[in-house]
C-alpha cells in the first residue's frame, strides 16, 4: 500500500507541472495578442517625439527667430520625453501611454494659446492620429500589465 502511494504522488506532480505549463502557455499567447496595441502606441510615441522635436524648430524658423542652442535643448528635451516614454512601454506601457497622451494634450492646449488659437488646428489630422493611437492602445496596455503582475 505504501508503494502505491509513492507511485501516485509523482503521477500528481505531473498533473500540476502540466496545469501550470498551460497556464503559463496561454498568458504569454495572451501577452503576445496585447504586444500589437502596445508596439503602435510606441510607434506612435517615437514619431510624436520626432514631430515635436522639428516642429518646435520649424515654428521658430517661420516666426522669423533665430535657432539658438538653448531652443534645441529645448527641442530636445521635449522630444526626448516622448521617446523616454516610448521606450518605457516595453516595461510600463500603461503608464507610459497615459503620461504620454497627457503630456501631448498639454502640449498641445499650451502651443494653442502661445499662438493665439492658431496651433490649435495646425496639423490636427496628424494630432488626431495620434491620440487615436494612443487612447487605442490603452487597453491592451492595461490587460498585458494585470498579466504580467500574475
Known amino acids: 500500500m505504501r508503494d502505491h502511494l509513492n507511485l501516485q504522488q509523482p503521477e500528481e506532480e505531473k498533473k500540476e507541472d502540466a496545469i501550470a ?10 501577452k503576445q495578442s496585447h504586444e500589437t496595441g502596445i508596439k ?30 538653448l ?8 522630444g526626448g520625453v516622448f521617446a523616454a516614454l516610448a521606450y518605457w512601454t516595453k ?17 498641445w492646449v499650451f502651443s494653442a494659446v502661445v499662438t493665439n488659437g492658431e496651433a490649435a488646428y495646425k496639423g490636427i489630422i496628424i494630432k488626431v492620429i495620434i491620440i487615436v493611437n494612443l487612447v487605442q492602445a490603452l487597453k ?11
Do not use: C, N
Open 71 to 78: 531652443l534645441i535643448g529645448i527641442a530636445l528635451v521635449e
Open 91 to 107: 516595461k510600463k506601457p500603461y503608464s507610459a501611454i497615459i503620461i504620454g497622451l497627457i503630456l501631448f494634450l498639454l502640449l
Open 140 to 150: 491592451p496596455a492595461k490587460a498585458w500589465e494585470d498579466l504580467q503582475k500574475q
Open 21 to 30: 505549463e498551460y497556464y503559463e502557455g496561454v498568458k504569454e499567447i495572451e
Open 40 to 69: 503602435k502606441a510606441r510607434t506612435a510615441l517615437y514619431v510624436t517625439a520626432a514631430l515635436v522635436f522639428a516642429s518646435e524648430l520649424i515654428s521658430v524658423s517661420m516666426a522669423g527667430m533665430e535657432i539658438t542652442p
